[in-house]
């Protein structure tokens, strides 16, 4: 197995990192190795790495030439890595180590992905409640319902990567984005770890890009394969509102009072244009769907049926 | 070993009691040789659909499972039984049991006659007049009106292609239901249809609602925009940027007439100059939609992703 760690965000030393994640596995003789995939700002924590692998240590390191979203660094790893399960981690301290193979169990009996799921929380009521705000609306998007989609640790088939949209910061929505094409999910009650227990309070720009993400990832789940029904709804309302407005303009028109001084003129115009601008741009989309449509397959079968014949002559 | 002359198509979900029935018509209507196969496409069904459709699987091996990884819709469903056919003419039907597999060798015999595409359409329709027929019958004739393609009911299933026709199309989101409008817009297919009967249905519940109404709408204004301006969309958006350019200037008259005839205290000098620039402001944005959607379609052939359109006298 792989054990892929992420070192972006808040990094703890690395070498501790791969000695307490890797006891598990050392204990049960589990063949495996550690990948650290280390992003540019944090390329002074790969020394700590040397006299690890020096010592005969299953440690990789790829020091990456920029930095890139997550969904990137997972796409590398899954091409780097040696075992076909990986198991997907931060470079800090979120669950115990000691649950690490209960995730990957769960993918050796069949899952596709095991996500870790902290429970009991013992974090602070704070935490609680953003996990809580966030859950409730990632909840309202994603096919199935996930307690801890945040915990960052999870067990994965590698094959599956390849048939995932990894884009951006995507990556954090992997279980999301797995149930939604239908691969089995299971999340998985494990222990948190006593280090990831304080109350975290992100700058506003944090939680002003995950709403972001969450946006994309409605999209993505609702109307990649049908743009102009998220566009043209969008731009329907505007127009209708739009429309309203003017016709109760016309109607006074016709009863004698003037509208040329009315602003409400200009805002029902403002209304219809903007409907009609959300529909033109929905149609585009559709334009560029279809183009993408002989490319990519809107199915996937559960099990590999027979090679699809050759194309006709 | 028989070459695969006939492929049925028949997406399913949540069909179990249908299954075993439509087996035993689908071979009582194609007879007892092998020149012909039925592709169940299990569409992520909550019942036992895929263990019934199995079982009739295992026990005659003219029949074929396909199983969805999840619920992917009627679309996706038929585009992988479309996809994992083998026949030179492939048949597509509803699940349901109300289209009749007996009516299967006559589609097949009018396509042969030298057509792309047969599409049956229900002489007798065995449906609720308010939710069903009304509703249908509206659609039918706006998809007609607007596609061009002179079919009068897109929502049955039953159809009959040649496998050239489907290789040239790729259905996704809700197209199932303008399957004869893609065939003519993306492979200039020759198209004719023919009575069909239709059964009530026999076992669960219907999947569709009225609620289809507004996603049909907006696949529809989809399909002809593929349908006319497939190759050049930027006509499209200039034909709508021309538009919004005329209201632009009949605004511009309107304000220099106000200015110039009445009071500058009872006309703002605002509302007509910005309704105008509203106006202009949107023909430029579509131009620009416009180049951009040319763009896509020119990297399309680019990546030399577009087939060759289907050439006559290559089908028998």
């Known amino acids: 197995m792989s054990v892929v760690v992420l070192v972006d965000e808040r ?18 003789g589990v063949p495996h190795e550690f990948l650290f995939l280390i992003e540019p700002a944090r390329e002074s924590l790969a020394t700590t790495l040397e006299p690890l692998a020096a010592g005969g240590a299953p440690v990789r390191r790829l020091q990456l030439a920029q930095a890139v979203p997550e969904g990137a660094m997972v796409r590398l790893a899954a091409e780097q890595a040696r075992y076909d399960t990986l198991l997907l981690m931060p470079a800090y301290r979120r669950v115990e180590a000691a649950s690490l193979p209960l995730l990957t169990t769960h993918v050796a009996e069949g899952a596709d992905l095991a996500l870790a799921c902290r429970e009991p929380r013992r974090d602070p009521g704070l935490n609680r409640f953003q996990s809580r705000v966030f859950h409730g609306m990632v909840n309202r998007i994603s096919p199935q319902r996930f307690a801890d989609i945040g915990s960052g640790v999870m067990a994965i088939r590698r094959g599956l990567l390849a048939e995932l ?11 999301v984005l797995a149930a939604r094409e239908g691969f089995t999910v299971h999340e998985v009650p494990v222990r948190q770890h006593t280090a990831d227990q304080h109350a975290r309070v992100y700058p506003a720009g944090t939680y002003l890009r995950r709403l972001v993400d969450l946006l994309g990832l409605f999209f993505l789940v609702r109307f990649t394969d049908r743009p102009l029904r998220f566009f043209g709804v969008l731009g329907s309302v505007l127009g209708v509102g739009g429309a309203v407005v003017l016709l109760l303009l016309l109607y006074q028109r016709l009863h004698g009072i003037g509208i040329a001084n009315r602003p409400l003129l200009l805002l029902g115009l403002l209304l219809l244009v903007l409907g009609i601008q959300a529909v033109a741009l929905g149609l585009v989309a559709e334009i560029i769907v279809h183009l993408g449509a002989p490319r990519r397959k809107s199915y996937r079968l559960r099990e590999p049926g027979p090679p699809p014949p050759p194309p006709a002559s | 070993m028989t070459a695969t002359r006939i492929s049925v198509v028949v997406p399913l979900y949540n069909e179990e009691e249908s299954v075993p029935p439509l087996v035993t018509a689908v071979r009582d209507a194609l007879g007892p040789g092998s020149d012909w196969e039925l592709v169940l496409v299990d569409d992520g069904s909550r019942d036992r659909t895929a263990e019934v459709a199995g079982q009739a699987a295992a026990s005659d091996p003219r029949v074929r499972l396909l199983r969805l990884a999840r619920n992917c819709g009627q679309t996706p469903a038929m585009q992988a039984g479309f996809d994992h056919a083998r026949g030179d003419v492939v048949v597509s039907m509803d699940g349901d049991l109300q289209n009749d597999p007996a009516d299967i060798p006559r589609l097949v015999g009018r396509l042969e006659e030298g057509y792309d595409l047969v599409a049956g359409y229900r002489e007798r329709r065995q449906d609720t007049v308010i939710t069903r027929k009304i509703p249908s019958w509206i659609a039918n004739r706006i998809i007609r009106r607007l596609t061009g393609v002179q079919i009068r009911d897109n929502g049955c299933s039953l159809k009959a292609y040649r496998r050239e026709v489907l290789a040239r199309m790729h259905l ?17 297919a020759r198209i004719t249809e023919l009575p069909v009967r239709h059964h009530a249905r026999r076992f669960g519940q219907s999947k569709y609602g009225l609620s289809r109404i507004a996603k049909v709408l907006a696949d529809l204004l989809t399909i002809k925009m593929i349908r006319s301006f497939r190759e050049r969309p930027l006509r499209l958006f200039a034909i709508g940027s021309l538009g919004a350019a005329l209201l632009g200037f009949g605004f511009t008259m309107a304000a220099l007439v106000a200015a110039a005839w009445f009071r500058p205290e009872k006309v703002s000098a605002v509302v007509f100059p910005g309704a105008a620039l509203l106006w202009f402001e949107l023909a430029g944005y579509l131009l620009l939609l416009g180049l951009i959607a040319e763009t896509a379609v020119i990297e399309h052939r680019r990546d030399g992703a577009e087939q060759a359109p289907l050439a006559r006298g290559d089908l028998q």
């Open chain 1, 11 to 28: 990094p703890e030393p690395l070498d501790g990192i791969y000695e307490e994640f890797s006891a598990p596995f050392r204990a049960a």
């Open chain 2, 172 to 188: 996704y989101s809700d197209m199932h239901r303008f399957i004869p409008a893609v065939a003519a817009a993306t492979a200039g």
């Open chain 1, 165 to 175: 949209p990894l884009h951006g910061e995507f990556f954090r929505f992997l279980p």
